[in-house]
């Protein structure tokens, strides 16, 4: 059975959108969620049923720690990694779908607003990479940055812990991919050309919309399409290997625009594409929900049934292969078009690699293989 959500307080007139006064502008989640893990907290999940209710100040925060760990295994066999490093955990982009939310409520804070303003950052990424590619038994799999949250996000403004991680894979020729949807990378654009040259890089970067009041709403503090493109297509002509993720395909706000964006993306110079469907896991269902109903509440109903159409009447599908495509008439649609486009546009055309050869370790002679 389905879980209900009361959606009869968020609907407004066709068109309007924003009408409450507490709508914190510049963020994408409106409240925090319940986190899953602690026995006591307290969470704002039905606003109209508090009286009284004090938010803590929206100001970013920036929580420094010397973690344990930066390279992490990935075991989900539909992810198309098999490593990730994230010297940021929680994102101020605010992108109201990412399923990387979730991972938030692991280090005690909410899903919702925490997870945009509450930033953690591991100072001591760099050190930590260069002992892990020190190892031994290191055999130079390919590492995902930003498997989890964007690695240009506004804190690496401040703290360059991207740029560190980069300035140690290209001393040891470690091949990475990097996915992100900000254009501070192209302030990296030195070191990317040299990892260009020797083949260990490649970097994706995500639009999801050319609508910008759409991608305000959803992504707030994202850099816009026109930015993006732009990014593509300087860094495509220092040589690096582009690509554009379109994710997530939302049906009724933005799965009409993929061909759009793979031909844009293709003019600019990027060479191959990924995509997602949308989905709702954990309390990223609440969050949208909420969110989905504020904004476009004149068809919110639709877009949030076409959704649950998409996933066997529920917003989310934890099976492997199925949960990132969806199912059913529009997901196939969708998935039709990408292919179409696809081809279309030559994207994905070329089999291409990483060089995993070139990895050596300070002092080493020659090359590891």
């Not at 690695?151 to 703290?159: F, G, I, L, M, V």
Request: glycine share 6%; net charge positive; hydrophobic share 35%.
């Amino acid at each position: 059975m389905k879980e209900p959500l009361r959606q009869d307080h968020y609907k407004t007139n066709p068109g309007q959108k924003k009408e409450s006064d507490a709508y914190i502008a510049g963020r994408g989640a409106q409240f925090n969620t319940k986190n899953r893990f602690l026995k006591e907290e307290r969470s704002k999940e039905h606003q109209e049923a508090i009286d009284e209710w004090e938010e803590a100040p929206v100001a970013t925060q920036y929580l420094e720690q010397e973690s344990k760990t930066i390279v992490n295994k990935v075991d989900s066999p539909d992810v198309g990694m098999s490593y990730s490093m994230n010297p940021y955990a929680g994102c101020e982009h605010g992108c109201i779908y990412c399923y990387a939310r979730n991972v938030h409520e692991y280090w005690g804070y909410s899903a919702g607003l925490d997870f945009e303003r509450k930033i953690i950052v591991k100072i001591n990424a760099a050190k930590l990479l260069r002992k892990f590619l020190m190892h031994p038994k290191w055999d130079a799999t390919p590492i995902m940055l930003s498997g989890n949250t964007d690695c240009y996000q506004p804190a690496e403004q401040k703290y360059q812990l991207t740029r560190g991680l980069l300035e140690v894979c290209n001393e040891f020729n470690q091949p990475v991919g990097i996915l992100t949807k900000n254009s501070w990378i192209l302030r990296d654009k030195d070191i990317l050309q040299e990892m260009a040259k020797k083949n260990i890089v490649s970097a994706m970067v995500s639009i999801t919309s050319f609508n910008e009041e759409l991608r305000r709403a959803m992504e707030p503090r994202t850099t816009t399409a026109k930015q993006k493109l732009k990014v593509i297509e300087e860094l495509s002509q220092a040589g690096v290997r582009m690509g554009v993720m379109m994710g997530p395909m939302i049906p009724g706000l933005n799965e009409h625009e993929m061909q759009r964006i793979m031909k844009a993306a293709s003019d600019h110079g990027a060479s191959f594409t990924a995509y997602t469907f949308i989905r709702l896991n954990g309390a990223i269902k609440l969050l949208f929900h909420d969110w989905l109903y504020k904004n476009f509440p004149d068809r919110a109903d639709r877009v949030w049934h076409l959704i649950e159409q998409s996933h066997d009447g529920k917003v989310n599908d934890s099976r492997w292969g199925v949960r990132m495509r969806g199912e059913g008439n529009i997901a196939k649609i969708v998935n039709q078009q990408y292919k179409k486009y696809g081809k279309l546009y030559g994207m994905n055309a070329e089999e291409w690699s990483l060089d995993r050869i070139r990895f050596r370790r300070p002092g080493q002679q020659g090359t590891l293989f």
